[in-house]
């Protein structure tokens, strides 16, 4: 059960570079191999920091209260997901922030083409670091669960890390074969969200 919940997880946490790897194939902007491997390493990072904090959090609550609160924060982050997905396009997140790195990462997060802050069509390293945190907020909340309920650190983080990566390769190759996003895409918006309340209801009631 621990291999089918890390690849679910990793599947989930990784969905949006998917998405923002098809929005860039669409709009002809190349991330070369370096730049997907710096955003990869920073979801992944940010996932194993995230879970070391969870570790300490571990420690100071009741063992038969991790498996609630574990659970508790995937439910929380699946409903956040399937909200994020479907709320109107026209509806922005204003979020006032005096960390102007924190601040360009939401915007980013946002408006993901924001990232090609140069507009030269090629996401550069600094740009895949901007570009990666923006990826990777998800993996907070994440990291906290998985490290609650006890999933292994190396291998979770290993997991989003290839996911990540995959998941932007696709994306990309899809995007370039595309004028629009694929009939259906819009769909698939759901997945993501419900993995993550699937593996919080599981690990609440088993």
Not at 86 to 91: A, G
């Amino acid at each position: 059960m621990l291999l089918i919940s890390t690849t679910l997880l990793a599947v989930a946490v990784s969905f949006d570079s998917l998405t923002m790897g098809i929005t860039y194939g669409l709009n002809s902007i190349n991330i070369p191999s370096r730049s997907k491997i710096v955003l990869s390493l920073v979801s992944g990072a940010t996932l194993f920091i995230s879970m070391v904090l969870g570790d300490v959090l571990e420690q100071r609550l009741n063992p038969a209260f991790t498996n609630t609160l574990g659970g508790f924060i995937f439910i929380m982050l699946g409903l956040y997901n399937l909200w994020r997905s479907y709320r109107p396009s026209q509806e922005k997140i204003l979020i006032n922030l005096r960390i102007p790195i924190l601040g360009v990462i939401v915007q980013v997060f946002q408006e993901p083409l924001k990232a090609d802050s140069d507009g030269s069509h090629h996401i550069t390293m600094p740009e895949a670091l901007i570009l990666g945190g923006a990826l990777a907020l998800d993996a907070i909340a994440a990291g906290l669960g998985a490290a609650v309920l006890g999933l292994p650190h190396l291998s979770t983080t290993c997991s989003v890390i290839f996911a990540s990566y995959a998941f932007i390769s696709l994306g990309l190759n899809l995007g370039k074969h595309f004028t629009e996003l694929p009939a259906g895409y819009s769909s698939l918006r759901w997945i993501p969200g419900t993995i993550v309340i699937f593996l919080g209801i599981f690990k609440v009631c088993f």
